[in-house]
């Protein structure tokens, strides 16, 4: 329990119960003679025992409304700066250190989800610490990752933009705070245990709503997918390095589901996520005693980790030890800033901030 007073030695505040709450009183001059002696023997009687619960239960009923209004209000962290130094260790120079939550308060991500380019990868970030580094996260930096992640979820149901892997996303998210608040015990959680239920709660919700949702069927009187050449079709279908996207769109048109089977796309994907000697262990024959490169890319999956491809991403700048987004550029003293800078994943970002 906290100590109230100005000084240690003092005997602490006096504080009288209103209708709008505890406040402090104030003694002056002749009250504070005349108030020496605090009569106890109104809260020894009987009769109010139970008036003394009531209060206690009305107080922590109050508590609980407040940590829960506390935390649904949306805190929004504004830095005029979007980069932060990244610093792992004390030196002379600099006595502090850079933490995760610190990094994700001042990278914008807010705005980042708002482009396209870097949803994907905003996404797999929030995932990332939905898996192992959510109890590292302060107070603040932990409502602002469920403020983000509500924006996150809100741009799917709106826009129905990468629903699968939103829904990795909250799976992942559910599994660990279930585990956290049922297995782990809470007192590994930051703040009031009820706001944890109240997130739980919310997440169970946001599956439900992603989970349901029904994607309409676009009108459009122009030139479609299935108008165009064959080659151009193929050469779209080899874009994609995600295998689930290459199969739904099989799925979805019947007249591209050929393609989407072509060995040729299957061994181009293969090869660009995995390396010859990956090949060489866990080589899947088919029954003419031919390479199956579907078969053989989900076999690979499952021993080996996939190549990941953003449209664009956090950088990091050697000779400044900052972490920033490229658009947004920061204060480099190296004459070719662009030989310093390094495209940071989202398992480095991960490390960077690990001590």
């Known amino acids: 329990m906290p100590f109230l007073g100005k000084d240690w030695r003092s005997p602490g505040w006096s504080w009288t119960k209103t209708e709008h709450g505890w406040k402090r009183i104030f003694l002056y001059g002749h009250e504070l003679e005349d108030n020496r002696e605090i009569d106890i023997k109104g809260f020894c009687n009987d009769n109010n ?66 482009d396209l380019r870097r949803f994907n990868y905003v996404a797999k970030l929030f995932q990332l610490i939905a898996r ?67 997130r739980l709660e919310t997440i169970h919700k946001w599956r439900q709503q992603v989970n349901n949702l029904q994607i309409p069927k676009q009108m459009c009187s122009g030139m479609t997918f299935n108008d165009l050449p064959l080659h151009m079709q193929n050469k779209i279908l080899s874009e994609l390095s995600d295998a689930y996207d290459i199969i739904n769109v099989g799925q979805a048109m019947p007249a591209v589901h050929c393609l989407s089977e072509d060995w040729i796309l299957w061994k181009k994907l293969c090869h660009f996520h995995f390396s010859d ?29 996939m190549k990941e491809r953003y449209g664009d991403t956090l950088h990091f700048c050697k000779n400044c030890n900052i972490l920033f987004w490229k658009d ?18 989202p398992q480095h970002f991960i490390d960077l901030f690990k001590l």
């Open 49 to 114: 025992e139970h008036l003394l619960v009531g209060d206690v239960c009305e107080l922590a009923t109050k508590k609980r409304k407040k940590d829960l209004h506390n935390n649904n209000t949306k805190s929004q962290f504004v830095f005029v700066d979007k980069w932060i130094y990244v610093q792992n260790r004390s030196t002379k120079e600099r006595h502090v250190y850079s933490t995760l939550g610190e990094a994700l308060n001042r990278l914008d991500f807010s705005s980042a989800i708002q």
């Open 132 to 198: 192992s580094q959510l109890t590292s996260l302060s107070g603040a930096a932990q409502k602002n990752y469920f403020n983000i992640l509500e924006q996150i979820v809100r741009k799917v149901l709106d826009d129905h933009y990468n629903p699968r892997l939103v829904k990795d996303l909250l799976q992942d998210l559910s599994l660990t705070l279930h585990n956290l608040t049922i297995h782990v015990g809470r007192c590994v959680l930051v703040g009031n245990v009820n706001i944890w239920l109240c």
């Open 277 to 305: 000697k990956q090949f060489c262990r866990n080589l899947v024959l088919s029954n003419s005693n031919k390479v199956d490169w579907k078969l053989m890319y989900f076999t690979l999956k499952k021993h080996y980790p």
């Open 328 to 345: 947004c550029g920061h204060p480099c003293t190296a004459s070719d800033p662009d030989s310093c800078l390094v495209p940071i994943s």
